[in-house]
């Protein structure tokens, strides 16, 4: 017996959601089984968006009824991202797939360095307010990748604000799906402009990964920065396994 498409993609959606709201890496799933479904790479591309727009919202949603602050200067870091996210979904790929793979999987290596570096006072009592010319330049670089093609952005967005904010994990990720959910908006109309988004598709897979975000949020508060840590970096080397492999 076949399983109809839409409860697949529900099921997968909802996987998807808890990962990227978690940690990162749900695109992995969704992206093949949307092609799986029948789409074209470009279409999938854009009609994965939709579940990350609507994960997002849910996501913070979630954050928020748990008293987790900080959204306004989420906000302002977001609006750096906007340019690189307009240009990175226009750009066509350039570079050969396996070298472009070689060299993300070589990013989240370091990423995951980087969460088990010690950390100067207290994080997330003492987050830094100014963290520099390199922190926002990194901001519209994490735009032009989302924009591009977002696998894996989750791991990178969390490398980046935890190296340069020296905040909890738990901030970390609230930050992280908000800088997320800004840029994805000019993405989509770059992809609804182009005739590029299923949205019987995409709104199946997004109500699955609004339920998948929703619960990861929940789980996040509640475990807090270590448990984040370890599952976070489990995460990262497997995908960079596949990667190079």
């Known amino acids: 017996m076949e399983i109809p ?9 909802a996987i998807a ?10 695109s992995t799933l969704t992206l093949p089984v ?3 479904a029948g789409l074209d790479a470009a ?7 939709i579940a990350i727009f609507l994960q997002n919202v849910s996501g913070i949603s979630s954050f928020k009824n748990q008293k987790i602050t900080g959204a306004r200067i989420a906000l302002k870091y977001s609006l750096f991202t906007i340019p690189g996210a307009i240009i990175g979904a226009f750009y066509s790929i350039k570079i050969d797939d396996v070298w472009f793979e070689r060299i993300l999987g070589i990013v989240m290596i370091g990423v995951v360095i980087s969460l088990f570096q010690k950390r100067k006072g207290n994080p997330g009592l003492n987050e830094t307010e100014k963290p520099g010319f390199f922190f926002y330049l990194s901001l519209f ?5 989302g924009g591009f093609i977002q696998v894996g952005i989750g791991f990178i967005i969390m ?3 935890f190296h340069f904010l020296q905040t909890s994990l738990v901030r970390v990720n609230f930050y992280k799906l908000i800088l997320v959910l800004i840029y994805t908006i000019p993405t989509i109309l770059v992809f609804v402009f182009n005739d ?15 339920l998948g975000a929703w619960i990861a949020a929940h789980v996040t508060v509640k475990k807090g ?7 976070l970096a489990v995460a990262i080397i497997l995908m960079a396994i596949k990667l190079f492999l």
């Open 34 to 36: 949307l092609i799986f």
């Open 141 to 145: 670089a994490i735009g032009f990748y």
């Open 159 to 161: 490398g980046t604000l």
């Open 43 to 49: 279409t999938a591309n854009g009609t994965n968006r």
């Open 225 to 231: 920065d270590k448990f984040i840590r370890y599952i």
């Open 196 to 210: 590029k988004i299923n949205w019987a598709l995409g709104l199946s897979l997004a109500a699955g990964n609004m």
């Open 17 to 26: 959601g808890f990962m990227n709201v978690f940690a990162g890496g749900g």
């Open 5 to 13: 498409k839409e409860i697949l993609l529900f099921a997968i959606g």
